[in-house]
DNA sequence: CTGGGAGTTAGAGCGCGCTCTAAGTCAAGC
DNA sequence: GCTTGACTTAGAGCGCGCTCTAACTCCCAG
């Protein structure tokens, strides 16, 4: 797989791909073809795509970083990388709340222009 | 009130403050003191009350800008003012729904993990 | 043999939202 | 008078996550 179809396919640049892999982000560098050029397995392409969904849930990128060396070493991390994506749930879920509250003034300030609104008309 | 109360009240800093009112987004710059110290009314700290609301549900600055400059404007723009605060709603709730979904993702790995942990011990 | 297209690198640049610095003014307390 | 502390300004700097540029190599089709 090259590096625009991996693109293709997980909605990343091949820039973002690249600046990925600097980050430390891939579990491996991927492989090079005789010609140098990137050469991404289909293992590579489903780690990128979790990636995306960490990064979508506003996952910081030194996050992602720690969980990518995690899973690098091995089976004796599995503790420490359910801690990580739990810290990390409880982000997430903490970011929901906090939106639906904010959700709620701007709803009352919605309901308050459409009676302003009514009362003119 | 002072910049520093306003600051207490709020929770943003007095730098933060200066910046939002550079940025326009106060609905007229608060008049100064004797000392040229910026004087801020009870309807300065509720409004900028209410800017934290809406940035904290992720409006960007520049639209907080347009909504400052519709109240400014006065009562004939409540049509506009819904509009904008109805778009920036949908907003929030798309967001909220991007992050159900990607926390299902995320579930479902500590899942796997606590699974694998019980196999192993 | 000549383009054109896809890849490579190191490193610069950008947009956002602050955040801070430097240099200055002013008022109150010792 | 002198220090301290709260404020003022213009403008620089920062952290994040990309995003892009320049210069290059390689390969293939015409």
Redesign the pocket.
């Known amino acids: 797989m090259?590096?625009?179809?991996v693109a293709q396919r997980t909605g990343l640049?091949?820039?973002?791909l690249?600046?990925y892999e600097r980050a430390g982000l891939m579990l491996e560098p991927p492989p090079?073809g005789?010609?140098?050029?990137?050469r991404y397995t289909e293992r590579d392409a489903d780690w990128i795509a979790l990636l995306t969904r960490l990064?979508a849930s506003g996952m910081?990128?030194?996050a992602m970083r720690r969980y990518a060396e995690l899973v690098r070493r091995g089976r004796d991390t599995y503790v420490a990388r359910k801690e990580l994506l739990e810290a990390h749930r409880a982000d997430v879920i903490a970011k929901i709340e906090q939106l639906r509250s904010d959700l709620e003034i701007v709803d009352h300030k919605i309901d308050l222009y459409s009676r302003r609104i009514m009362g003119e008309e």
Chains 1, 2 share one sequence.
Do not use: E, L
């Not at 090259?2 to 179809?5: E, F, K, L, N």
């Not at 005789?34 to 990137?38: A, E, F, I, P, T």
């Open positions: 090259t590096i625009a179809q640049t091949a820039h973002t690249r600046y090079r005789d010609n140098g050029h990137r990064r910081p990128i030194a």
